[in-house]
């Protein structure tokens, strides 16, 4: 078995996914007719070819225009569902999905159509895909605290359906204390806690200190700057905090994988993962992002695995699923030992 079978069929977890990022143009044009609306494209390949950006901004504003043909309860059930069902094809066992309610309420969808459809989602997976998932609801940090916090209120009649609290968006001028009340809050309310901390941002390492020291988040989102203050990864290293990187993404920003810092971060004992991110628009699921890793870096089957185990260390699991998933994937690396031998 050569390592791209390794990684293609290995049990994984996947941290750092966006529902609304895996919307595919065939899903896309699907609603726009379900829903009567009209788009400027008329094809996939069309579609995918104004698929241009080279910063955050610019993928936010292609991001979140594609958003409008996500309408009833339905639509949210389909783009889960179909998440889901792809995650299967990468061997993903357990994964936690990211959704901005802002922009969708922002559009006049209400909050509880977008989260029921969303869980009834997961539900039928788990059960028909063998695919586990918790939910984690994001915040908008380019929008008011004020929002966040409204709809952290709008989340308590549906508190069992989540497991915890994200802020991505436009980091200029956002930094994670403008949503200091909303997160302790959020940590009252019993919710796990993290944030987007993406490569190279303005005052990114300000923004990685204010998330361990005044937010005390549980994990970061992206994090690779870390590498450049060695208090804040050692803050890191010591609380085993995850990082949850995503090389294709970070390829459109820094022209790399990252995956000298990816290697250097695992050397100092930061327990970094690999995800996805935003895979209809990046045009890599998670396997394709572990196998150009892999290539890129030339990783080895330990380190691969190092990174797939830190992704169940991380999750917001309880101690036993975790193990539970942590000895399937041993038994799988186990049994590619003797394979290889």
């Not at 969303?118 to 605290?145: P, W």
């Not at 929002?147 to 508190?159: D, G, K, N, V, Y």
Request: glycine content about 4%.
């Amino acid at each position: 078995m050569n390592l791209t079978d390794f990684i293609q069929h290995m049990p994984k977890a996947e941290l750092h996914v966006h529902l609304e990022g895996t919307m595919e143009p065939e899903l896309r044009f699907a609603l726009a007719e379900r829903n009567n609306i009209n788009l400027p494209y008329k094809s996939k390949e069309e579609m995918l070819e104004a698929y241009t950006f080279h910063d955050l901004p610019s993928f936010l504003a292609i991001y979140y225009a594609a958003m409008n043909v996500l309408q009833t309860e339905d639509d949210f059930y389909q783009l889960t569902y179909d998440y889901l069902k792809r995650a299967k094809q990468d061997n993903i066992i357990y994964c936690e999905l990211f959704f901005d309610p802002q922009a969708h309420t922002s559009r006049g969808i209400d909050f509880e159509t977008v989260i029921t459809g969303i869980n009834r989602a997961q539900q039928e997976a788990k059960q028909l895909l063998g695919v586990r998932s918790q939910l984690i609801m994001c915040f908008l940090r380019d929008m008011s605290a004020e929002s966040a916090m409204e709809h952290l209120h709008m989340a308590i009649p549906f508190m069992d359906w989540l497991v915890g609290v994200g802020l991505d968006s436009d980091e200029k001028g956002n930094p994670p204390l403008k949503f200091e009340k909303v997160f302790a809050l959020a940590r009252k309310l019993g919710l796990k806690l993290t944030m987007h901390c993406d490569v190279n941002q303005e005052n990114t390492l300000l923004h990685l200190e204010q998330c361990l020291e005044d937010i005390q988040v549980d994990r970061i989102d992206h994090g690779v700057n870390a590498l450049e203050d060695e208090e804040i990864v050692s803050k890191l290293v010591q609380r085993q905090l995850g990082l949850t990187v995503c090389p294709v993404s970070n390829q459109f920003v820094v022209q790399s994988l990252t995956s000298n810092e990816i290697r250097a971060m695992l050397d100092k004992g930061l327990r970094v993962m690999i995800n996805s991110d935003d895979p209809a628009y990046f045009r890599a699921y998670l396997n394709d992002n572990l196998i150009a890793l892999q290539q890129e870096g030339a990783f080895s089957a330990d380190e691969i695995t190092t990174l797939v185990e830190n992704s169940f260390h991380a999750s917001w699991l309880s101690t036993s699923a975790k193990q539970a998933y942590l000895s399937q994937l041993n038994s799988y690396c186990l049994q590619h030992q003797a394979i290889s031998a």
